[in-house]
């Protein structure tokens, strides 16, 4: 994968997807399940959150813990790369309120 040169459009191409950003959000509280995920993360299907976590896993972001159990169970995680998107999802949660408040003042 060519990565991109500005650090804004890399970032963008790393997490853009609506999918992407609640994922990091629920791993952000620690490691998952994938039916955790399913659940926590919402209307997502199966196979979206399949492709989102594999793309994440291969971009650095997540890993996946697969135990030798019947039936299987795999974990996700995120890498120490992962965990350094915090302070921009802290921004974005500041921001949000942030507007929120402000448009229930102004309407």
């Known amino acids: 994968m060519k990565l991109p040169s500005c ?5 963008l ?7 992407k950003v609640l994922i990091i959000r ?8 994938f039916g955790e995920l399913k659940k926590s993360v919402g209307s997502i299907s199966h ?3 399949t492709s989102n976590l594999r793309g994440m896993e291969a971009a650095g972001l997540v890993t996946r813990e697969v135990f030798a159990e019947v039936p299987p169970r795999v974990q996700y995680e995120l890498t120490e790369t992962g965990y350094s998107l ?3 999802f802290d ?3 500041e921001w949000g309120l ?3 408040t402000k ?5």
């Open 13 to 19: 191409t790393l997490i853009s997807d609506r999918w």
């Open 26 to 33: 629920d791993l952000m509280d620690g490691k998952k399940r």
């Open 47 to 49: 196979k979206v959150l």
């Open 98 to 100: 942030d507007y929120k």
């Open 86 to 88: 915090k302070p921009i």
């Open 91 to 93: 921004a974005m949660i």
């Open 103 to 107: 448009k229930a003042i102004n309407g």
């Open 7 to 11: 650090p804004i459009e890399l970032t």
